[in-house]
């Protein structure tokens, strides 16, 4: 037997047993992306549904300048305290005066980034945003609301 021979034949073994126990211990969930196509505001719910659901850090980025008319108020779950940033990209959310623009619930971590808040609507609870978690808002507008 040559020398070394027994440690060459240890590291496949070594690491084949190493990548069994990291699928067996499961990996860490990782960062969740999402990307709504400008003006689809059902796809933008969605995502943010999704967001909520997955206990991930997750990222929504708006398309450029695009504007998200909402026929229904866009709420943010706490997802196990994972944050949520939405980066608007000089974008908005609509509520077209007819909807609460953004229901952040307690447990909920947020982040706005260049986002405008507009034309939101409720008689109890803050037309542009109802917030009970952790908000962060920078270089961003609420107004109309």
Not at 61 to 89: H, K, R
Request: proline residues 2%; contains cysteine; hydrophobic residues 40%.
């Amino acid at each position: 037997m040559l020398a070394g021979e027994t440690g060459m034949l240890r590291r496949p073994f070594a690491t084949l047993f190493s990548l069994c126990m990291l699928a067996a211990l499961g990996q860490p969930a990782a960062a969740a992306d999402f990307a709504p196509g400008c003006g689809d505001a059902a796809a933008l719910e969605d995502a943010i549904t999704d967001a909520g659901d997955n206990n991930q850090v997750d990222t929504i980025t708006l398309a450029a300048d695009c504007w998200y008319t909402l026929t229904s108020t866009l709420t943010v779950a706490a997802d196990g305290g994972s944050t949520l940033t939405i980066n608007g990209n000089g974008g908005a959310f609509n509520g077209d005066a007819n909807v609460q623009v953004l229901d952040i619930q307690a447990g909920a971590q947020v982040v706005l980034n260049d986002i405008m808040i507009t034309n939101g609507s409720n008689t109890s609870d803050g037309g542009g945003i109802s917030n009970e978690g952790t908000l962060t808002i920078s270089d961003s507008t609420i107004g109309y609301s």
